[in-house]
């Protein structure tokens, strides 16, 4: 069965204390890993799209990277801004409707 | 920068009672989605809808749920009568291509009484 579990659950940091995210994934051929950004009341807000194991993007103070089980959301110098909640979602290979398969999210709270 | 849009953001309907969540996707997108998030749950897929039909539904999408594009840009859907456990947060999403990213709207609150 397709899974997608996300660790931690919740996270809080100081204000510049690095950390990271991590999702891992359990899907029949990996079409395409997706991390979003969710705050209260909203819907996700799209920030990275990875294809293929090896791969990273940048935006700011956020890193993803990818391996063949798992993906982790790097996060450098975060502020107070961050907060949030990260979501990871897969679609899978054997579908090509572009169904997204989401994990239970990571709320991160950063403290000034 | 282009958005989706939801409406109503909250609607509160008595159960047996049909409802229809109304989204306008982005212009160009031609991939439509709905999701529901029940609180404190995760995101769950409800339907892909392209070219005019249904592409794919989960086991949620049932009978009572039908979507529509009924003109070229409105993408609505309708739970024709409502139970107590429809109570979620809807949202719309679209992309360009299937393996695009998907932007969604910031959803419908549906609350059934």
């Known amino acids: 069965e397709d899974q997608v579990t996300q660790s931690p659950e919740a996270l809080r940091l100081q204000e510049g204390e690095s950390s990271s995210l991590n999702c891992s994934y359990t899907?029949?051929?990996?079409?395409?890993l997706f991390w979003y950004r969710q705050d209260p009341g909203k819907g996700p807000e799209f920030l990275f799209t990875?294809?293929?194991a090896g791969e990273e993007k940048e935006k700011e103070r956020l890193k993803a990277t990818l391996t063949k089980k798992e993906s982790f959301l790097h996060i450098t110098a975060p502020k107070p801004e961050d907060s949030a909640t990260y979501l990871c979602a897969v679609q899978h290979g054997s579908s090509n409707t572009g169904k997204l398969i989401f994990g239970q999210g990571t709320t991160l709270q950063v403290k000034p | 920068e282009p958005e989706v849009t939801q409406t109503p953001s909250h609607q509160v309907t008595q159960m047996g009672q049909e409802v229809i969540l109304r989204c306008v996707p982005i212009s160009n997108h031609l991939y439509f989605y709905w999701y529901r998030q029940i609180l404190g749950q995760k995101v769950e897929f409800l339907v892909s809808f392209y070219n005019n039909e249904i592409s794919e539904k989960s086991e949620i999408f049932d009978d009572q749920f039908s979507v529509e594009r009924p003109d070229g840009s409105n993408f609505t859907l309708k739970i024709r009568s409502t139970k107590l456990e429809d109570s979620a947060m809807y949202f719309c999403?679209?992309?360009?291509?299937?393996?695009?990213?998907?932007?969604f709207g910031d959803g419908t609150r549906l609350s059934i009484l």
């Open positions: 899907v029949s051929g990996l079409r395409g």
């Open positions: 999403a679209s992309s360009g291509q299937e393996n695009q990213p998907q932007h």
């Open positions: 990875l294809y293929s």
